[in-house]
């Protein structure tokens, strides 16, 4: 294995930022719309907040059929999409729709549960403050689920980094195509192996960090 890792490592290195090009940017979006629709249907479930069951229906039911389209399908789906958007639908560009918005519909879902696990004593202190509707989500609900925030999203991320090994379909490179086309075609198996050392090695590293700053933002609660 370590004569493959040295006669590829220059192909394993580009391989490896295209990987974390998709996962970076996928990672963004999946932060700011995940938190947010999670917020909005907690928010519409709940006649303190917005109550409104209408945008709590269409917002989880358009959740669950995203979830439930397998993920090679949803790529081909989204190349007229990422046509409009980026003018091509084919390298790591066009990745990132696909990632982030299944990512989105994952944690979204992540984040409503961990507020749902609130105690309704901070509710009740937010509610006998006087707190708005706003100030009860920014200042009481969300740094009562820090942690949770951190620990979901770890998954979250881990699921982002299984995703970036499919989308070779669609030219965007990455670990994953790098083991297919010189690994598994080539019959080098080695280097398969290499390869799946380093997703164990990212995924390990993302785990620690996760798990050291949710402990971190948990203790400050």
Known sequence: MIESFLNNQAGIWTAFIETMY???FSSILTIIV?????VL???TKK???????????VVSISLNALRSIPFLIYIFILIPINRFLFGTAFGNVATIIP??????SLYARFVEQALLSVPNTIIDRAISMGATKF?????????????????????????MLS?????????AGGLGDYAFRY????????????????????????????????KRKGERK
């Open 183 to 214: 690994g598994y075609q080539e019959y080098d198996y080695p280097l398969m192996y290499v390869i799946i050392i380093i997703f164990i090695i990212i995924v390990f590293i993302a785990q620690t960090i996760g798990y050291l700053l949710s």
């Open 99 to 104: 990632i982030s918005t299944v990512a989105i």
């Open 47 to 57: 006649r303190y907040l917005l109550d409104n069951k209408i945008i709590y229906q």
């Open 163 to 171: 995703y970036s090994t499919v989308v070779g379909v669609i030219g």
């Open 41 to 43: 249907l907690f928010s």
């Open 22 to 24: 998709m996962v970076f």
């Open 135 to 159: 100030q009860m989500i920014r200042y009481f609900l969300i740094p009562a689920i820090r942690s949770d925030l951190i620990l979901s999203f770890t998954n979250v991320f881990i699921s």
């Open 34 to 38: 995940g938190i947010s629709l999670g």
